[in-house]
């Protein structure tokens, strides 16, 4: 699901490129793990440094033709691999270096305007939504789910202030007609209470439906878990977010890591953590003011990262405590799962 994309002009761009290189200092050699190819960006610039390898991982199949193509070019520096990020623990990593893992949760332009996937409220046709090795897609989501369920999707997962009235309103519709993406955006366009004329009225709840439907809350907690424990010490883990949801979840995640919990003076001492991460900066770093004027789609983009102190392949963190609710929605799809 890498951010990364192509203007109008054709020109492929990686989001937060050369802040990505500076903070993972390829120059040094050493493996990196891409963990959403798309493509093929940051995996490119990683390769044009000696002494390096890349393993690109891509849920989605279609960008196996990426991977051919940069395989090819370094047949002994490259491996593809559809695998969703969070089974990073089912690679073979016993003797590699890994230096640095990288996350870039966006999509891409050719995944949005792919009328087959159907991300884009823009699409024409059936639901779909599916970004590879899925379950379900939106189309079962849509004509099966109860309304207080669909509610909560879209409640919780896009901040969606007019939920009820929209899952009311598709319960009502789908006993009457199909609903295919144009349907569904009427759907959405006659349930809105407020216009918003410099925001897409289905903006939110295209976005819920994507993560609901590639399970992205417990894909990106997984991820992140995995990454950590197989880093090697220096090791760099960097994400690029795009939206206050995922950003809320690394920046939870970075936080418990990298420092001790406060305790208050008036409880009895216990022994804290050994703190196996460094979190060089608080703040994300942000794109520049000459990317945003060359592709105002990174305007959203946060890069958050992580420095392993030491080799260690055990990690606490409550992290799945903390978003147990946002998983307990996910779990909704198990209905769906169950009925395919």
Request: aromatic share 8%; glycine share 4%; net charge positive.
């Amino acid at each position: 699901m890498e951010a990364t994309i192509v203007l109008d002009n054709v020109k492929h761009y990686s989001v937060l490129l050369k802040e990505i290189i500076s903070v993972i200092s390829p120059q040094h050699g050493g493996t990196f793990i891409d963990c959403t190819l798309g493509q093929g960006g940051h995996t490119k610039e990683i390769l044009k440094y000696q002494n390096t390898k890349v393993i690109g991982l891509d849920r989605d199949i279609k960008c196996e033709v990426i991977g051919k193509e940069i395989e090819e070019k370094f047949p002994n520096r490259f491996v593809f691999k559809n695998l969703k990020f969070s089974k990073l623990n089912n690679l073979k990593l016993k003797n590699e270096n890994i230096k640095g893992i990288i996350f870039d949760l966006g999509y891409s332009f050719t995944q949005i305007k792919d009328p087959k996937k159907g991300l884009s409220f823009n699409s024409k046709g059936e639901l779909n939504m599916m970004m590879g090795l899925n379950d379900f897609s939106a189309k079962e989501v849509i004509n099966n789910l109860e309304a207080k369920e669909i509610e909560k999707i879209l409640k919780y997962f896009a901040d969606e202030k007019d939920a009820k009235t929209i899952a009311k309103n598709i319960i009502k519709e789908r006993h009457l007609k199909k609903i295919d993406t144009q349907e569904l955006v009427k759907i959405i366009e006659n349930s809105k209470r407020k216009k918003n004329y410099r925001v897409h009225s289905s903006t939110k709840t295209f976005q819920a439906l994507r993560i609901f439907i590639n399970k992205e809350i417990s894909e990106l907690i997984n991820g992140l878990i995995n990454s950590v424990k197989i880093l090697k010490k220096d090791g760099v883990l960097a994400v690029i977010t795009f939206h206050s949801l995922e950003d809320k979840i690394v920046k939870y995640f970075f936080k418990n890591l990298s420092e001790n919990k406060s305790i208050s003076r008036y409880q009895p001492k216990v022994n804290q953590k050994e703190i196996l991460f460094k979190m060089p900066l608080k703040k994300p770093i942000v794109p520049s003011n000459r990317e945003l004027k060359e592709n105002p789609s990174s305007r959203s983009a946060k890069l958050r990262y992580l420095v392993k102190n030491e080799d260690s392949y055990e990690i606490d963190s409550d992290i799945f405590d903390k978003f147990s609710h946002l998983i307990e929605i996910e779990n909704l799809g198990l209905k769906l799962w169950k009925n395919s």
